[in-house]
């Protein structure tokens, strides 16, 4: 029998990062991987992939569509998909390599990785490939996978999600995409850019069910304003498909309507890879939908036995799964008594516009505090948008009602991953709307939109000038 100071099950962010916090303060360690390859979902069939197929249909869909007068006729480059998916797979190659087997490499065999899947058989032992392999302590960091719901007639039809749309060697002429979520619009937005007719069907009466409801709203109108057919209030009433086409039967807003499309992709949520690892052998607890509960340290209801990243459920984003394998392992191997805030962590999704948010909305803050101070302000009123004939987007600011502490930024625009990391600061220091104001900014950015929203609990910034501090 193999035997270690910690056992890390998985492979992703979360594995990786406790796998390195275990290197580093010399704890004899084994990284036991089954499913994806090394990298997990962010490197293999989620963020990795997604951004660069994202981005080369950006790079196709926008020349054509110039905003400058100067520019008018556009320009059309060649397209080649099956090129795209081939450059893709080579990045992911590239990344899987320099960020998790070198990594791995290099701690001169502290670290050893196990390929097989883990199973426990008591709180100290797991059996891999037929072989028991015990440990002191324990991190489950298995990630997830997409969820397919039951929808009538899926069984019969041969559907897509973001693992397998990736993989396509052919550009479908139509798409459905079944849910309005992250995932849902990103792939729906990259294939429209490459040339898809793309309809999109999503249950709840807006785009981004966790989104503030402005900023949900602006993205649906700038997707649109593309091409892109967008139905909330969907609910699903069958599926099939006759030969090479798919068919999804939806209750529209009381109308029975029938779409048709060259493929189907589900992008109805995820569901923990959380089931036959014999967690019941160790005695652990896991929720109704099947994450594993843990306490504010991330050890679950067996003592020793740690679990972090999306096997969790708490967010859904590889820097949170990075972040909850390195407390995680902290608190392990050392006793660190580590937490996180989820409230300072901030989120985005990747369409363009972008869209990202961090702290309170406004719906939590009237919980907490029984009233809300907000303000939105368009990115159109911001001097580099107009400088650059930019129409898109706006940024909601939620302060304390009293302090005018920063609670939460929301924005939509270019670039809003990157904007969104002032407003983290701000969140998670404490900072003030006068702290953001008296901060001089480089002008003209768009990073102005932070300052500009400021003001406006401060001034009328409809006659404002734009040299005003």
């Known amino acids: 029998m193999r035997e270690y100071?910690?056992?890390?099950?998985?492979?992703?962010?979360?594995?990786?990062?406790?796998?390195?916090?275990?290197?580093?303060?010399?704890?004899?360690?084994?990284?036991?991987?089954?499913?994806?390859?090394?990298?997990?979902?962010?490197?293999?069939?989620?963020?990795?992939?997604?951004?660069h197929l994202l981005a080369v249909g950006d790079?196709?869909?926008?020349?054509?569509?110039?905003v400058f007068d100067a520019l008018k006729n556009g320009h059309k480059a060649a397209f080649d998909f099956g090129a795209a998916i081939r450059e893709k797979r080579l990045l992911i190659d590239q990344i899987r390599a320099s960020n998790y087997s070198d990594v791995l490499a290099s701690f001169n065999g502290l670290v050893e990785l196990i390929v097989g899947r883990a199973q426990f058989v008591s709180p100290q032992e797991v059996e891999v490939n037929g072989e028991r392999v015990r440990g002191s302590k324990f991190l489950i960091a298995t990630g997830s996978r997409p969820s397919v719901l039951p929808f009538p007639g899926i069984?019969?039809?041969?559907?897509?999600?973001?693992?397998?749309?990736?993989?396509?060697?052919?550009?479908?002429?139509?798409?459905?995409?079944?849910?309005?979520?992250?995932?849902?619009?990103?792939?729906?937005?990259?294939?429209?850019?490459?040339?898809?007719?793309?309809?999109?069907?999503?249950?709840?009466?807006?785009?981004?069910?966790?989104?503030?409801?402005?900023?949900?709203?602006?993205?649906?109108?700038?997707?649109?304003?593309?091409?892109?057919?967008?139905?909330?209030?969907?609910?699903?009433?069958?599926?099939?498909?006759q030969g090479t086409r798919r068919f999804v039967e939806a209750d529209v807003l009381g109308e029975l309507r029938t779409f048709e499309a060259d493929q189907l992709l589900l992008a109805t949520g995820v569901v923990p890879n959380s089931d036959g690892m014999g967690l019941e052998a160790a005695g652990m607890r896991v929720n109704a939908r099947g994450f594993i509960e843990t306490d504010p340290f991330l050890e679950t209801s067996t003592p020793g036995i740690y679990a972090a990243g999306d096997v969790v459920g708490k967010a859904f984003l590889?820097?949170?799964?990075?972040?909850?394998?390195?407390?995680?392992?902290?608190?392990?191997?050392?006793?660190?008594?580590?937490?996180?805030?989820?409230?300072?962590?901030?989120?985005a999704v990747f369409t363009n516009p972008q869209v990202a948010m961090v702290g309170l909305t406004e719906e939590q803050e009237v919980e907490r505090f029984g009233a809300c101070s907000c303000r939105t302000v368009e990115v159109a009123r911001i001097p580099k948008a107009q400088a650059v004939k930019e129409t898109r987007g706006l940024i909601k600011m939620v302060i304390h009602p009293e302090t005018s502490v920063i609670l939460g930024v929301h924005i939509v625009a270019p670039m809003a991953a990157d904007l969104i990391h002032e407003a983290t600061l701000a969140v998670k220091f404490g900072l003030t709307v006068d702290d953001i104001i008296d901060t001089v900014h480089v002008f003209p950015t768009l990073s102005e939109g932070i300052k500009l929203a400021a003001q406006a609990f401060?001034?009328?910034?409809?006659?404002?000038?734009?040299?005003?501090?």
């Open 458 to 469: 401060t001034r009328d910034i409809s006659v404002m000038s734009c040299c005003i501090v």
């Open 318 to 347: 590889e820097t949170v799964a990075a972040k909850e394998g390195a407390t995680a392992a902290a608190n392990a191997l050392g006793a660190a008594g580590k937490t996180i805030n989820y409230e300072h962590v901030p989120a």
């Open 59 to 66: 790079e196709y869909y926008y020349p054509q569509r110039p």
């Open 155 to 241: 069984e019969g039809v041969d559907y897509l999600t973001n693992r397998t749309a990736m993989e396509l060697e052919t550009l479908p002429a139509s798409m459905i995409v079944i849910g309005a979520g992250p995932i849902g619009l990103e792939l729906g937005q990259m294939f429209l850019h490459f040339g898809t007719k793309v309809t999109v069907l999503e249950k709840i009466p807006q785009i981004l069910p966790r989104v503030e409801p402005e900023v949900a709203a602006e993205l649906q109108r700038s997707l649109e304003a593309e091409g892109m057919q967008i139905h909330c209030a969907c609910e699903i009433k069958r599926v099939w498909q």
């Open 5 to 51: 100071d910690y056992i890390i099950i998985g492979g992703g962010a979360g594995a990786f990062a406790a796998a390195t916090r275990a290197n580093d303060v010399g704890v004899r360690s084994v990284l036991i991987n089954d499913g994806l390859p090394l990298g997990g979902t962010c490197v293999n069939v989620g963020c990795v992939p997604s951004k």
